[in-house]
């Protein structure tokens, strides 16, 4: 799938507005200023790369990945995922929590750190969908999204699996004080869902030159 750089860094602008309002939210939650930002912006045919989906998602190969999903249906058509080392997102939990932040690699997370991770996809989740649609006129209809733990080997499965036929990948990046936490944001969307969000987005780009 062919793109312009313009149309790159349109999307990624887009994005980085969305997040933006998230970050405000998270930073009232856990009473600490935290920067948001979508450094880059990726669109890849799932069918052909879906291998090469590790090159851009490289803490994959740190272990377990902590992964919250939601869909989306009727205008568009598709799922998107919040993604992040499951390790690294203890530190965030201690902060929503108010605990002192201990190191731990252990994976026994409890219903309270599920319930968590569910409301921080929730909420990035939905204001991406959200301000997104909202300035390029797009209305998203989606569910509450699922939180589940993933190795390596059963993520690129549930990748490769897919109804649908392209990703597209936003890199995000977590800073809350002196702890900075990658991850990303995985949209598979339909054909047609993503013929028509670039539409949208080269008529943006048209006008710009108006």
Do not use: W
């Amino acid at each position: 799938m062919e793109n312009s750089d313009m149309t790159q860094d349109i999307l990624k602008e887009l994005f980085n507005i969305s997040v933006g309002r998230a970050a405000g939210i998270l930073s009232d939650i856990v009473g600490e200023k935290i920067h948001l930002n979508v450094p880059n912006v990726k669109i890849l045919e799932a069918s052909s790369e879906s291998y090469a989906i590790d090159e851009y998602i490289s803490m994959k190969k740190n272990g377990t990945l902590m992964v919250s999903t939601l869909s989306f249906k009727e205008n568009y058509t598709g799922k998107a995922s919040l993604i992040f080392s499951a390790g690294k997102m203890r530190k965030f939990i201690s902060l929503c929590l108010r605990e002192e932040q201990i190191d731990r690699y252990d994976l026994d997370f409890s219903d309270v750190d599920f319930d968590i991770i569910r409301e921080i996809g929730n909420i990035i989740l939905n204001c991406i969908l959200g301000e997104t649609g909202n300035l390029l006129n797009i209305s998203f209809r989606y569910t509450l999204p699922e939180v589940r733990l993933f190795n390596a080997m059963e993520f690129k499965y549930d990748c490769q699996n897919t109804d649908n036929l392209y990703v597209l990948i936003l890199y995000i990046t977590f800073v809350i004080g002196d702890t900075e936490i990658d991850g990303a944001i995985i949209v598979d969307l339909s054909l047609h869902s993503l013929n028509d969000l670039l539409a949208r987005i080269r008529r943006l780009e048209e006008s710009l030159y108006e």
